[in-house]
């Protein structure tokens, strides 16, 4: 190293930087974490985890599959990473089937309506009170007679959240805009649901909704990262709708609703810096 | 004075030991403020900062269980809260960087005494060293006081090591530039 550039390294010995952050509340901060970190077992609703956890919660992913007991034949569909498809149902239900899903469903329209899934779907249901339309997807059943709902195995359980009508998922009555979760464990968990099937087309409605459940919803539908530094900010609500929008529009709603500074890290991961509850 | 700030690190990994909650407390009122530091003087960002602290308690009560410190509390904790900072920087790589221009060097008139020369030299030091942008700092203070080589430092940041080796003549060029009054003292 050339002379001079050595003084200046040593100099640069004199940098001087300390941090004195307010170790009371930053210890209050740190229990409400814990608090968090201790209730993954107990999965509320959106799944008001840590960033990182709540990405491996919303892998879709399906646990066992029931036997067939149908004498009606079943026909299998899946769906790739990425890929949603659409889906008519002999009795004239229709499904949407997420990415990386499969559904089992009847081959001809008759008194047997069983469908088996491992994923997630939205379904909307013909009406036919004489035969009820099951699904059978990890530890639940749901029966309907016609309403629309979506359906998601979790890594623990399996959600369901009703748009129309009503479904009933082991016994319990799930009516519209409600959503039920049951646990592995056969633990039941009701709350309510919000943007039911918005994977779909990307119609978002929030509407006084905290930041850190619009994120978490964002996250999962655009498979993106959002990192938001601020962690005051995770409680503030916001109203807005996104129809269809870009990520990147998205975030720039957010970015000026909070007046943060919006980072765009790469397509998968953005950082929302600073800013304020308005 | 905080008792849980006066605990040894025996003291305070005695108490996890029988009682995780007692010791966690302590623990963490104690070292918080260093853990924060040492990701503070890395990322120059004190939002991130505590954030990522937080993070270094949380991984050590998640595995409170299994945990095992055989060396000292302290030096677990610093090296600890290094590599979540390293991660840090390696997940959020800033590929086209927001500015890398070198800004300006600031006013400023060398005190005459020796002794507020000293106070002067650290506050100059520490004033030019955070102005550096950000992929520039990041280098020349991984480089300088975390002691990592160029070739980790090219590995964490996702950058060639030719790269750092021009981001950390960068920084010391304009260091130069700006102590130049305490260098023509000699």
Same mark, same amino acid.
């Given at each position: ?82 890929q949603i498809e659409k889906l008519g149902l002999p009795d004239g239900s229709e499904v949407w089937l997420n990415e990386n899903t499969t559904v089992s469903h009847f ?9 088996? #899934? ?5 379904? @909307?249901?013909? &009406?036919?009170? %004489?035969?009820? $339309?099951?699904? *059978?997807? !990890? ?114 709603? #957010? ?5 943060? @500074?919006?980072? &765009?890290?790469? %397509?998968?991961? $953005?950082?929302? *810096?600073? !800013?304020?509850?308005? | ?186």
């Amino acid at each position: 190293m050339e002379n001079i550039n050595k003084k200046v390294w040593d100099l640069a010995e004199n940098y001087q930087k300390e941090l004195s952050p307010d170790v009371d509340k930053a210890w209050t901060e740190f229990n409400k974490r814990r608090e968090v970190e201790n209730e993954g077992k107990v999965v509320k609703r959106n799944f008001l985890l840590p960033l990182g956890i709540a990405a491996s919660l919303m892998l879709l992913v399906g646990f066992f599959f029931f036997n067939s007991s149908t004498q009606n034949s079943m026909e299998t569909i899946h769906t790739a990473a990425n890929q949603i498809e659409k889906l008519g149902l002999p009795d004239g239900s229709e499904v949407w089937l997420n990415e990386n899903t499969t559904v089992s469903h009847f081959a001809v329209n008759g008194s047997d309506r069983t469908v088996e #899934l491992q994923g997630e779907a939205f379904f @909307e249901v013909e &009406k036919d009170e %004489n035969n009820p $339309f099951i699904i *059978k997807t !990890g530890g639940a059943v749901i029966e309907v007679l016609g309403t629309a709902f979506n359906v998601k195995n979790v890594k623990n359980g399996v959600e369901v959240e009703v748009r129309n009508g009503i479904v009933r998922v082991n016994g319990n009555k799930v009516k519209a805009g409600e959503q039920i979760f049951i646990s592995n464990s056969g633990s039941i968990e009701k709350n309510k649901g919000s943007n039911i099937g918005g994977w779909i087309n990307k119609e978002l409605n929030f509407d006084k909704v905290p930041l850190s459940e619009i994120i978490n919803e964002i996250e999962e539908i655009y498979k993106v990262k959002v990192a938001v530094r601020n962690l005051k900010l995770n409680d503030c609500s916001f109203t807005t709708e996104f129809h269809d929008e870009s990520i990147e529009n998205i975030l720039e709603i #957010l970015k000026v609703g909070f007046g943060c @500074e919006l980072k &765009k890290i790469n %397509n998968e991961s $953005f950082v929302l *810096k600073g !800013g304020s509850c308005r | 004075m905080n008792p849980d700030l006066s605990k040894t690190d025996q003291e305070i990994l005695e108490a996890f030991g029988k009682n995780h909650d007692q010791g966690m407390e302590m623990m963490f009122k104690k070292y918080f403020a260093l853990v924060s530091t040492v990701v503070y003087r890395i990322l120059n960002d004190s939002e991130i900062a505590e954030d990522l602290a937080q993070e270094v308690f949380l991984s050590v009560w998640k595995n409170r269980e299994t945990i095992n410190i055989n060396s000292s509390l302290k030096s677990y904790l610093v090296r600890a809260a290094r590599n979540k900072t390293l991660n840090y920087i390696r997940d959020n790589k800033v590929k086209t960087s927001v500015s890398e221009e070198m800004p300006d060097l600031p006013d400023f008139t060398p005190g005459i005494e020796k002794e507020i020369a000293g106070k002067d030299l650290r506050k100059k030091v520490s004033q030019l060293i955070d102005m550096l942008p950000e992929r520039c700092r990041y280098t020349f203070v991984l480089s300088r006081f975390e002691n990592l080589t160029y070739k980790e430092i090219a590995k964490e940041m996702g950058i060639s090591e030719k790269t750092v080796e021009n981001q950390i003549s960068k920084a010391l060029q304009f260091l130069r530039k700006g102590l130049a009054n305490f260098l023509d003292d000699k």
